[in-house]
C-alpha cells in the first residue's frame, strides 16, 4: 500500500536527518516533508473509496440474497398451485410448501448474516487501517513540525546571542 511507504519514507527521512548538537532534535527538508504529507492526502481517497465500494457492495449482496428468497418462495408458491388436483397431493404440497418456505428463511438467513459478517469485517479492516494511518500520519507531522520549531528556536538563540557579542 504506497501509505505506508510514504509513512516509511518519512520516518526514514526523520531518522536520517542531522542531529543538532547537545540535543534531541534533528533538521528536516521541510519541501520534502510537506511534499510527503501531500502524497499521502492524495492517496487516502482511494482507501475511502474502497470502503464506499464495501457499503455498496454489501448492500448489493443483500439485495441479492433477497432477491433468491423471494425467487424460492415464489417457486415454492408455482409448486403448489400445480399440485391441488387431489386432496392428498394439496395437503402434501401444504407440507412441503411449509418446509420449503422455511428452507428459504432460513437460507435467506445465513447469506444475510454471512454478507453482513463479510461487509463488516472488511470494513473493520479498512477502518483500522485508515486509523493507524491517520495515527502515524498524525505522529511524524507532530514530531516533525517539533523539529521545525526547536531548529527555528535554537537559531533563533544563536542569532540573539551572535548579536550580544557584536555589541
Not at 26 to 31: A, D, R
Request: charged fraction near 35%.
Amino acid at each position: 500500500m504506497e501509505i505506508f511507504t510514504l509513512l516509511e519514507t518519512l520516518e526514514d527521512i526523520l531518522e536520517k536527518s542531522k542531529n543538532i548538537p547537545f540535543m534531541n532534535k534533528g533538521i528536516v527538508n521541510k519541501e520534502q516533508i510537506a511534499q510527503i504529507i501531500q502524497e499521502i492526502r492524495l492517496k487516502l481517497p482511494d482507501e475511502l473509496k474502497q470502503a464506499k465500494w464495501i457499503k455498496e457492495e454489501r448492500q448489493r449482496l443483500l439485495l441479492e440474497a433477497q432477491k433468491e428468497a423471494d425467487d424460492i418462495v415464489k417457486e415454492a408458491e408455482s409448486r403448489i398451485i400445480s399440485m391441488i388436483d387431489e386432496h392428498e397431493i394439496t395437503r402434501k404440497a401444504y407440507d412441503q410448501k411449509n418446509e420449503i418456505i422455511e428452507t428459504a428463511n432460513e437460507m435467506s438467513r445465513e447469506i444475510t448474516n454471512g454478507t453482513k459478517e463479510y461487509a463488516d469485517n472488511l470494513l473493520e479492516n479498512t477502518q483500522k487501517v485508515l486509523s493507524d494511518t491517520l495515527q502515524n500520519l498524525e505522529k511524524n507531522m507532530s514530531e516533525a513540525m517539533h523539529l521545525i520549531q526547536m531548529s527555528l528556536e535554537d537559531t533563533m538563540k544563536t542569532v540573539q546571542n551572535s548579536r550580544k557579542e557584536l555589541e
